[in-house]
């Protein structure tokens, strides 16, 4: 008589050793698995993205800071290569892009984040001074800048360094040499690049306001600089209370909550400031008679405004409503374009200095290069980062 029975060796069903895992035995009958063609695309949608995140055009990373950074500019002076960095614990850097290195550091610059930073604009006799030409359109007529020093006493005299310290950095001969940051502190200071640096590094200048800082930026020629707060301020350089105030946004009342987002200087048209405010407004301002030009209200908020270096009209509009605008700051009533393609608050934007393209970083984690006059970006990439 026969008699069927079932007969499972053990050593197909227990791992080799106490360290390896045990087997695992697959039915690869296609009846018993309908979803694996569906699931094969993706795996091969998935592959290709991750292959997008890893390819070429992630050259390095600079790499220093110990939280998250909140503002960036680059050196318009004659130094592109080098930008500057604020984080959220206060910390500051200056970075050489060629080397790939930080060439100065400030930690502990801000009890707080740092909001903004921008270089400051050569004195004359420095290098990389850019002189506006007299008779185009606006007084080329500059103001003399007195030299700065702690508590209004001027600097006093640095002895020559032997060679066995440290020598100077090639890129701190390049742009400016001041640097100047803002924070959620109340405080603006300006730093000498080619001073010391580390930690109890005591500021050139010290500039105090009534509320935190949200932005800064540097006029082109002149040694003044605007800052957003619950106001617009135009500070001098050489002075520790501002020149004069502007409002035009809804932030006039403290207890409303209501604050200037971003502020930014025409590069060509110097007398012209744009701001961006919590109300959702965008504001153009002409610094010669201390008015309004113009105001838009926006969707939603308005993160970052940058002007296009070649084209002085053109200003560049990075908004919490997942799109970017261009608008012609002679007619404000209408967008000259609309770049969609972000699906989250685009939180900065930059030009490339021709002029023809910019980028943007949004809080979807993606970077994405766009070209002027079309509103779908030509490039995307992605990050696992860029999220506060």
């Not at 001073?195 to 050139?204: F, Y």
């Not at 393609?341 to 980028?359: C, K, L, N, Q, Y």
Request: net charge positive; hydrophobic share 30%; charged share 25%.
């Amino acid at each position: 008589m026969k008699i069927k029975v079932l007969h499972r060796s053990l050593e197909a069903h227990l791992p080799e050793s106490s360290s390896s895992t045990a087997p695992v035995s697959r039915n690869l009958d296609p009846a018993l698995h309908p979803f694996a063609r569906p699931r094969e695309y993706t795996r091969a949608v998935a592959a290709a993205k991750l292959e997008r995140m890893f390819s070429k055009p992630f050259v390095a990373s600079l790499e220093g800071h110990g939280d998250g950074l909140y503002s960036m500019a680059k050196d318009e002076s004659g130094g592109l290569s080098r930008i500057a960095s604020g984080s959220g614990d206060g910390e500051v850097r200056v970075w050489d892009l060629g080397d790939r290195r930080s060439v100065w550091e400030v930690v502990g610059a801000h009890k707080g984040m740092v909001k903004g930073v921008t270089f400051s604009h050569p004195v004359e006799g420095e290098e990389g001074r850019v002189e506006k030409k007299v008779g185009g359109g606006e007084r080329g007529i500059k103001r003399k800048r007195t030299e700065l020093g702690d508590r209004g006493k001027g600097k006093g005299k640095e002895e020559p360094e032997s060679e066995d310290e440290d020598r100077l950095d090639s890129t701190e001969a390049r742009g400016s040499s001041r640097l100047l940051t803002c924070g959620s502190d109340k405080t603006v200071k300006m730093w000498d690049l080619k001073g010391s640096k580390g930690s109890n590094v005591q500021p050139l200048q010290t500039y105090t306001g009534a509320s935190g800082f949200n932005s800064i930026s540097h006029h082109r020629y002149d040694p003044i600089f605007a800052t957003a707060s619950s106001q617009i301020d135009i500070w001098d350089e050489t002075k520790t209370s501002p020149l004069s105030t502007l409002k035009f946004h809804s932030t006039s009342s403290l207890s409303t909550g209501e604050h200037i987002v971003s502020v930014a200087f025409n590069k060509s048209e110097t007398s012209v400031l744009a701001s961006s405010g919590s109300d959702r407004t965008v504001c153009l301002y002409d610094l010669r008679s201390g008015k309004a030009l113009g105001r838009v209200s926006m969707a939603m908020r308005v993160n970052q405004l940058v002007f296009n270096p070649l084209q002085p009209p053109v200003l560049l509009c990075a908004s919490e409503d997942h799109n970017l605008y261009t608008f012609d700051m002679r007619n404000l009533s209408t967008t000259t374009q609309v770049y969609k393609g972000h699906v989250g608050a685009v939180m900065s934007a930059d030009w490339a200095p021709t002029g023809r393209e910019f980028v943007s970083g949004s809080y979807d984690r993606t970077v994405r290069l766009w070209t002027a006059g079309e509103g779908k970006a030509r490039d995307t990439y992605h990050t696992k980062r860029m999220q506060r």
